[in-house]
């Protein structure tokens, strides 16, 4: 049934006759009366019947104007929810992160948007960076915070692209008994060249980030302890078993028995980005992830 033909059928109750009816809609009598003829073969139900020299609506009609007026009101909601949908009152993501970008980025972003677009809907994932990737052009996906990575997508990429959020440097976390524990900040490879290393499995992002530094600095690390979790390798740091770095936004509380100190430079650096489709557009959630690491960025990042 054609939304159309309720409103023909309602002006009929309200003005009375099909003359009256026509009139106030801009047809003519015989418009109306096909109109409404047609309305009763989809309703499989009598509507109009004989009274006096004109029709009246029947009991049928009349239920079937009581679901009329929710069906408008329910077109005046939609017409309303996508005309704020157009202007980014109201929307829905689904967002993912790795874990600090999740804890340092989107949660604050998203308890943000609760005050100031409280018409928006969030579900956030955890997935890695090369595993979020793929789910954006599939659109399983509808924004990712990602990290430097080896399959970050080229700028000109077709499907996907990169907006910067946050740079943030790496520390190294010390036993407190280690003799470098007083320094103001430590070097790589003048300092811990013979160190043994704890560090994420291979193939993570965090991984890459430590190689590529050591090797930059002229020098092999040892790896000799694996955690993909930043607590579990800080407790082995407690428990004087080597070094790790940390970036910034993935530092948990410290635990007794370790130290952070800043790297001299050049630092190693993680690059954090909300990676979107293309053609998106902007949308509230970027732009605060994008408020968030400027205000990170500003203070330090915690730490």
Not at 132 to 147: I, K, Q, Y
Not at 223 to 236: I, P, Y
Not at 284 to 291: I, K, N, S
């Amino acid at each position: 049934m054609e939304i159309k033909r309720l409103n023909i059928l309602r002006a009929l109750d309200q003005h009375g006759t099909v003359v009256a009816a026509a009139q106030s809609l801009h047809l003519t009598p015989s418009a109306v009366s096909q109109q409404l003829a047609v309305l009763a073969r989809e309703a499989d139900a009598v509507l109009l019947e004989k009274h006096g020299r004109g029709v009246r609506l029947t009991p049928a009609a009349h239920v079937l104007l009581g679901h009329a007026d929710a069906i408008a009101t329910r077109l005046e909601q939609a017409r309303a929810d996508l005309a704020a949908q157009r202007d980014g009152r109201i929307g829905r993501a689904r967002i993912s992160g790795f874990p600090s970008g999740i804890a340092g980025l989107i949660a604050p972003a998203l308890a943000r948007l609760k005050r100031t677009h409280p018409g928006w809907r969030f579900e956030v994932v955890q997935y890695e960076t090369e595993l979020a990737l793929p789910l954006l052009p599939a659109r399983e996906l509808d924004l990712a915070v990602v990290m430097t990575h080896p399959d970050l997508p080229a700028p000109d990429h077709p499907r996907i692209e990169l907006h910067p959020l946050l740079d943030e440097p790496f520390e190294i976390a010390l036993p407190a008994d280690h003799p470098l524990a007083g320094r103001a900040e430590v070097a790589l490879a003048a300092d811990l060249a013979d160190a043994d290393w704890i560090i994420t499995a291979p193939g993570t992002a965090c991984h890459d980030v430590l190689l590529t530094a050591c090797h930059q600095a002229g020098f092999q690390p040892r790896l000799v302890h694996t955690s993909t979790d930043f607590g579990a390798q800080l407790a082995l740091v407690a428990a004087g078993l080597g070094v790790t770095i940390i970036p910034r936004l993935a530092q948990p509380e410290l635990p007794r028995g370790v130290v952070l100190r800043p790297i001299t430079a050049p630092a190693p650096r993680r690059h954090l980005m909300a990676a979107v489709r293309r053609g998106q557009g902007p949308t509230p959630l970027l732009d605060t992830l994008r408020a968030v690491g400027a205000e990170l960025a500003e203070r330090g990042a915690p730490g």
